[in-house]
Structures are given as C-alpha cells and as structure tokens.
C-alpha cells in the first residue's frame, strides 16, 4: 500500500499492509480505518494507518468496498457461487444475487449500499440492516462502476453501450426497502432558566446527527423548518420548547432532540 500526503504527493510512502493478498479496492471507513477488497485472498482486511491487517473470509473474490455509517461497510463478490454482496461490521453477513455480476459498490445519500451489477443489468440496493432489491436499467447497458454523486444522485458506467448514467431521486428504496434510520443530539444548549436585562436573548443551539443527514428545527410546536447547526434566536422573555430531528433521504427521526427552557427579566 502507498500512503501519499496531499501537500507533497511526490514523497509517498509504501508499506506492508498485513494480510493483504492481492488488493482489487480501497476504501476510508467511518470506523477510522481502511478497507481493502483483496481479491486475491478472498477476503476484505480492515487496514489500520500503521498497516495491521484483520482479514474477514469471504471466499470467491471480491472486488469492490464502499464505506458506511456507524463503521460498517459493504463489499460486492462476484467470485463466489452463487455470486453475493455483503455487509461488514463485526462479522460478515452476505446476501445472494446470483448471476448478477455484482462489481462497483457506493454508499448512497439514502443510507444504503448500490452495486453496479454487470450481468442482470441493474442495481442492487442493500440496506444497513441487510434488505435488498434492485432497480432496472436498460437492456444489456452493463453496469459496471457506480459512485455517489451530488443532490441525491448515482453515477453509473454502462460499460456495453459506453455511456454513463446519472440516477436521481436517491432518497427512498426501490421495492419498498427500508432505509437506515437517522439519530439527533443536542450538542450545546442555553440554561434552563436564564433572567436578561434587554428585550430579547440571543439563544443558540447546536446540534449533530447521522452521518449525510440534513436537520429540522421548530420552537413551540411551530411547523418544521429546515435548519444548520448552529442555530440561533433572539428571544423574548417565556417558556419555549426547541426541538431538531435529523432527515436521512425521506426518513426523519421519530424521536427528536428536545429541549424545554425559560427565559425571563
């Protein structure tokens, strides 16, 4: 493996990643650490940045790994009979696609894995928690690499026609798959009783969610409104109730950060 620094790419460094046979794909996990698709070995290892390598068996061979959430990720093995994609956090799990040809894999804005799978001519959509479904493309197109692309978007090489294609509307599953359910956390918030001597209190919230979620916001039962950490109001004195919930694709929190305060003079 070459470690390259971006300020002096020239001056790259190779090491041994322990366990790797023959690395066919790489990946940066959420986990902090690499993911190599080692077709050769028959395996994906988790590469720490020194180089220690932990294989997980897949057999066949696998050939493309795609990062998640939460430090799992998905790999595509068309080498195995029948072929299979999978999912990795502890332990591997696979989920069959026999004569499908799975190759390219990508994580995509809705929380789950695409694989680009040459020989049916489709996509396969794999969620965190292992549903599965496909959606079509044309005829003999040959989906072969698949990547993520902006506002909800996947870009696909159609290695037979040679062409690429955009898919769109990435925000809920195909079939009728499940999606990955976001979480939100109040990371900073005002005291439960604050006394002014003005008009209005600027009051300021910040808040984290789900990796590639988008945040809603409302004070005192208000409509919901799309909204960035931090968010901030100038308040008069009162009793409010804010509230945020991260949005993953069209899947909301159903259990909302919430927060009850009282400001007065």
């Avoid at 799975?102 to 794999?126: E, I, K, M, T």
């Avoid at 789900?210 to 409509?223: E, I, K």
């Avoid at 069209?250 to 009850?260: F, H, I, L, N, T």
């Amino acid at each position: 493996m070459i470690k390259i620094p971006p300020a002096a790419p020239a001056t790259f460094t190779s090491f041994a990643a322990t366990g790797v046979v023959g690395a066919r794909w790489i990946t940066s996990g959420t986990d902090g650490n690499l993911w190599v698709a080692d077709f050769g070995g028959q395996q994906i290892v988790r590469v720490t940045t020194s180089g220690a390598g932990t294989p997980f068996v897949t057999g066949g061979g696998p050939q493309g790994v795609a990062a998640g959430q939460s430090g799992q990720v998905a790999f595509s093995d068309p080498g195995t009979n029948p072929q299979t994609v999978g999912r990795i956090t502890t332990a591997v799990a696979t989920t069959a696609t026999p004569m499908a040809d799975p190759f390219g894999v990508a994580f995509g804005s809705d929380g789950a894995y695409w694989f680009a799978q040459f020989a049916a001519n489709n996509l396969g959509r794999l969620t965190a928690d292992g549903q599965y479904s496909t959606l079509p493309l044309s005829a003999g197109s040959g989906p072969r690499q698949i990547s993520a692309g902006p506002n909800n978007t996947l870009w696909v090489t159609l290695d037979n026609v040679n062409k690429v294609a955009r898919i769109s509307g990435v925000t809920a599953a195909p079939g009728g798959g499940t999606t990955t359910t976001p979480t939100t956390t109040l990371t900073k918030k005002p005291k439960k009783k604050r006394t002014i001597d003005t008009k209005r209190a600027k009051t300021r919230f910040r808040f984290a969610g789900t990796t590639g979620a988008t945040f809603q916001c409302r004070l005192n039962m208000r409509a919901w409104k799309t909204c960035k950490s931090p968010k901030t109001y100038r308040l008069k004195p009162g009793k409010y109730r804010f509230a945020v919930r991260a949005v993953l694709g069209q899947v909301k929190d159903a259990s909302p950060a919430k927060y009850r305060f009282r400001i007065r003079r």
